[in-house]
């Protein structure tokens, strides 16, 4: 411990560092292996910890699979609500994907579909989370479109900005890269989709 570091800052460290560890323990294990294959006794084993220990941070397993999951709607929403001029939401949700893409080569959409999307036991929590994306997108939507009626034109142009978020992550989608053989053409091809999906989607941009 640094000697200008108080107690109360190295013991709230040292929680950080233990909620990272098991956090990184469970996205590999249910990554490699799928949700349901995976016990919290082998978490708590993967990350060096009793699973007592593990349960003073997270409530259930399930609580782990969706730990991060408001990360990604509050980095849409950031997009959409301070995007430049001239940029549309579609735009600015499709480059926020593209660069989310970029950034882990690829690489992540097998392995959320072996770990989280394909869970049957996960689906429910799944739908309740992408309904609060929406909810979130409708009101930041609602605050930039002027005139009578925004609100219901909020709440559709979210629903389709979280259509085309959702279907990044769909099965059809991962049936069509992962027919690539290299990171690279599956990233490319993953980019290409988004391209795609904000295309099939901009008629709305007229609408704020």
Do not use: N
């Not at 782990?64 to 430049?84: C, I, K, M, N, T």
């Not at 609060?132 to 609602?142: C, F, G, N, P």
């Not at 978020?165 to 990171?183: I, M």
């Amino acid at each position: 411990m640094s000697d200008d570091e108080p107690p109360g800052g190295l013991r709230e460290r040292k929680k950080r560092q233990t909620r990272a560890a098991i956090l990184a323990a469970a996205a590999r294990l249910f990554e490699a292996r799928g949700y349901e294959h995976v016990t919290v006794a082998e978490i708590a084993d993967a990350a060096s910890i009793s699973v007592k220990t593990l349960f003073t941070y997270f409530r259930s397993k399930e609580d782990l699979a969706f730990a991060d999951e408001y990360q990604l709607r509050d980095q849409l929403v950031a997009a959409v609500g301070v995007r430049p001029a001239g940029q549309t939401p579609t735009q600015a949700v499709a480059a926020t994907l593209d660069r989310l893409v970029v950034a882990e080569g690829g690489t992540g959409l097998e392995g959320y579909h072996r770990g989280y999307g394909a869970s049957p036991a996960l689906q429910s929590r799944l739908r309740r989370m992408w309904e609060s994306y929406e909810d979130a997108l409708t009101d930041v939507l609602a605050d930039q479109m002027p005139g009578a009626g925004a609100a219901p034109r909020a709440r559709l142009a979210a629903t389709m900005l979280v259509a085309m978020v959702r279907s990044v992550t769909s099965a059809e989608v991962l049936a069509e890269v992962r027919d690539h053989r290299s990171a690279a053409a599956r990233q490319d091809a993953l980019r290409a989709w988004i391209s795609t999906a904000a295309t099939m989607v901009s008629c709305l941009d007229g609408a704020d």
